[in-house]
């Protein structure tokens, strides 16, 4: 029997420009088994051998897992290693042109380093994990006088090592730019690389005694920087890294995250850290869901009563831009810019025709009278006018405020019944935003708006998110590109007791990879499925479910790690257990800590005792000495204590905040004349005050208010203890718990509806009393840890501390 060197697997899919009938099927499946490379690759000649196709029929080359390995073209680039590449051909029988897709043809592609010894170092852990590699020996090491090279004269190099400059200076590296040749212990950067298979998103990284980057583009020198930065994180106090070479590059082109600012607003500055983060995770968009509104359930279903929100400055209707949180058309034009540095693409959603109250609450005749206000009336001429103005508004001239080259329009979710007049709505504002140039974004809902009326799919991608609204086999029939982002398994929705809260990570690490949409998985290598997308949508947060951006970012970032894997590369790398594990010494990125950190091998991060006036840490890590501000010092629990009087009156504490997995301890003595609401600690993101407006010890962040039941006595020393996890916060005082917010039900009254309040805090160190309203009275030996102690660690300080004051 004749060795056969492809490996049929995968089932049969409709596809191409004319489809077969049912029973062809059977007789393009038979055939299709009989189409069998002629050879193996040979490694001198390189090239990607011929294929026996039967008679009348032809092989057509669609695409590949690995096109920095085979490209779509059928050319071959040498990898490191020998590699397995899925091949995704069409049959085209010759004599109708009728096409179908064929079974995965796999294929080995013999490496560089195929005749020599195995590698000596280990492939080193980064997130994603690197496609090839081959270890040399020994390690390299950036030293003082080490700088970054220019290998080449050229301003798109100038400002990636401008940017790759600034993250090492957040590691408290500082190295210098030059251009020349390189010594040992540099970095060299080149876009001159010689291997075209890397594309737009691959590079090559050869670290020997200087580190040298190549690419061939902007894009492919970023990540290579990227994969630096990590490697460099990892070995914090050496900053070695082991010797060898990598070639490196995506599986899939979109990689990304979609977050909903329409239903939660999300500061600018969130926004910017989360560009860096999913930079420093080579995730290559990030989708802004810029308009949405609450559910009217939640307010007694009154749809005047339903926050609704469309987040962008608007100055063609000026009373659609939100009050309660909005971007200026400079801010999200200078995000744009900033993304590009970092190799990521902004894609910008106005969501039209549903979710729209926003847009109906300022122009009401628009609004469906038979559906809701959230939908629009597809009948109204008027509707058309308007959806028309405010497109154009971010999409006209040569400096448009949407930059990119893509612009999402929802068209998701709206009345089954009106499928014609959505189709046809639909294929409006497609062919409109094709008009200025741009690549149009739909979500999938064409088969649950099943019609006639044709929508344009030529030049158009689809999120495909549920099954049931886009069924993916129909959709790619139809001509449309996908990008997977399915609900069942990448939708978070916070605290909503649907979906994920958190996602299933482990599942996904093992079976999910963006061929998977819901229950189909589409072959490797099928080109019409160019990435995945993972999702936050917060539907409960216009109802006052707590959830903040710190409550968001914890749900997001063990996900992005794990998805900037699956998206990178399609395959786990290593046992997930061992992923969790070496991930956690990767964390958001050079200068980015939305999370609060506060890293360290001993927990006591940061602890006065108010005994010095200079105020120094007495942990082991001597943080900087806190800045007083109109402060005494008076006897205290234990010593000498901190005085605050109130008004103008505060210190400076060298943390700005401690994120989850926290506990604050302190002894406090207020004053008879600190009474209401009073500012003990704070920060920008959030307040903890000694007592409420009730007179109970509460903390204040995005707006929300919460109290413990808990008053402190006056002129008594009380130790207050604070634990935060992302389920809650904790009181303990003097010892022992006094109570635990773990969340609290919502009963919204005259309705049937109720949903969980998170209670959770980031506690706030940045400020140790305030300008205004501050706290009166006397605090001694504050503690900073950053794990949550136990009930009996906890009791032992107290008594500890009682012990030592007597």
């Known amino acids: 029997m004749k060795k056969l060197y492809a490996i049929a697997a995968g089932s049969l899919l409709l596809g191409g420009q004319v489809f077969a009938q049912q029973t062809d099927s059977v007789l393009f499946g038979e055939i299709g088994k009989q189409v069998a490379f002629s050879s193996g690759i040979d490694y001198k000649d390189g090239k990607l051998p011929n294929l026996n196709v039967p008679k009348g029929f032809k092989a057509l080359l669609k695409g590949s897992d690995r096109l920095s390995v085979i490209n779509a073209a059928g050319k071959v680039y040498s990898p490191l290693n020998t590699v397995e590449v899925s091949l995704f051909y069409q049959l085209q029988r010759e004599s109708d042109k009728v096409t179908m897709d064929m079974q995965t043809l796999k294929i080995k592609v013999p490496g560089q380093y195929h005749l020599q010894k195995m590698a000596v170092n280990q492939q080193p852990f980064v997130i994603p994990a690197l496609r ?31 940017m790759l400059q600034k993250d090492l200076q957040a590691m408290n590296i500082s190295l210098e730019i030059s251009s020349g040749k390189p010594s040992t212990g540099d970095i060299l950067l080149s876009l001159n690389a010689t291997d075209k298979g890397l594309a737009e998103e691959g590079y090559h990284l050869n670290i020997g005694d200087y580190l040298k980057i190549s690419a061939l583009s902007k894009k492919g020198a970023i990540w290579g920087t990227r994969t630096l930065l990590q490697l460099l994180e990892q070995d914090p106090e050496n900053h070695r890294i082991v010797k060898g070479e990598s070639r490196d590059y995506p599986k899939y082109a979109v990689r990304g995250l979609v977050l909903d600012v329409g239903r939660k607003f999300f500061t600018i500055d969130f926004l910017r850290d989360y560009v860096k983060m999913m930079s420093y995770y080579k995730m290559s968009e990030f989708h802004i869901h810029l308009n949405d509104n609450g559910f009217p359930i939640y307010f007694k279903n009154n749809w005047d009563d339903v926050p609704a929100a469309f987040r962008l400055e608007s100055t063609t209707y000026p009373s659609l831009t939100a009050k309660d949180g909005h971007y200026t058309k400079k801010e999200f034009i200078a995000l744009q810019d900033m993304a590009a540095e970092y190799g990521v693409d902004i894609i910008p959603e106005i969501d039209v025709p549903a979710h729209s109250l926003a847009i109906t609450r300022i122009l009401p005749e628009i609004g469906s009278k038979k559906y809701g206000p959230d939908h629009l009336d597809l009948y109204h001429p008027k509707t058309y006018e308007i959806v028309s103005n405010i497109f154009k508004e971010y999409l006209e001239g040569p400096n448009p405020v949407f930059k990119g080259k893509v612009m999402h329009i929802g068209t998701d979710e709206y009345a089954k019944a009106e499928a014609e007049k959505f189709r046809y709505f639909t294929d409006y504002f497609i062919k409109y935003v094709q008009g200025f140039g741009k690549e149009a974004r739909v979500w999938g809902a064409l088969t649950h708006a099943k019609g006639t009326t044709p929508v344009v799919s030529k030049g158009v991608t689809m999120n495909s998110w549920y099954n049931g609204y886009g069924e993916p086999r129909e959709m790619k029939k139809l001509g449309y590109n996908q990008i997977s982002t399915p609900d069942g398994w990448l939708y978070i929705v916070p605290a909503a007791g649907y979906y994920y809260d958190y996602l299933n990570l482990k599942n996904i690490y093992r079976k999910w990879e963006p061929v998977n949409i819901g229950n189909v998985t589409f072959q490797a290598g099928d080109p019409t499925i160019i990435g995945g997308m993972f999702a936050v949508w917060n539907d409960k947060s216009p109802g006052g479910n707590g959830i903040t951006e710190k409550d968001v970012h914890d749900r997001v970032f063990p996900a992005l790690q794990v998805l900037s894997q699956k998206m990178w590369a399609g395959t786990d790398s290593i046992p997930f257990k061992d992923f969790l594990v070496k991930g956690k010494a990767v964390k958001e990125g050079p200068g980015v800590n939305v999370a609060g950190y506060v ?25 900087n000495a806190a800045i007083k501000n109109n402060v005494r010092f008076e006897k205290g629990h234990e010593g000498k204590s901190l005085s605050l009087s109130g008004e103008n009156s505060e210190v400076k504490l060298p943390l700005k905040e401690i994120g989850y997995g926290y506990t604050v301890s302190f002894w406090i003595k207020p004053n008879p004349n600190s009474i209401g609401e009073r500012v003990l600690f704070s920060s920008e993101n959030g307040v903890f005050k000694s007592s409420t407006k009730s007179q109970k010890i509460g903390f204040s962040r995005e707006g929300m208010d919460y109290e413990f039941n808990y008053q402190l006595p006056f002129d008594v020393w009380t130790q207050v203890l604070i634990t935060g996890s992302p389920k809650g916060t904790s009181l303990y005082i003097n010892g022992k718990l006094q109570e635990k917010m773990m969340g609290k039900e919502i009963l919204f009254p005259d309705t049937k509806a109720n949903m969980l309040r998170v209670e959770t805090l980031v506690f706030p160190l940045q400020n140790l009393g305030a300008l205004k309203n501050g706290f009166i009275g006397a605090i001694d030996d504050l503690k900073v840890f950053n794990k949550i102690l136990s009930d009996e660690e906890i009791s032992k300080d107290f008594s500890n501390t009682v012990k030592i004051s007597k």
Do not use: C, M
Request: glycine share 8%.
């Open 132 to 162: 090839e590699w081959h270890g040399s020996t020994g390690t390299f090491q950036l030293k003082k006088k080490s700088k970054i090279v220019l290998a080449e004269k050229d301003p798109v190099l100038q400002g990636i090592a401008k």
């Open 599 to 623: 890293l360290g091998k001993d927990s006591l991060v940061l602890n006065y005792n108010f005994n010095s006036p200079t105020i120094k840490d007495q942990s082991v890590y001597q943080r």
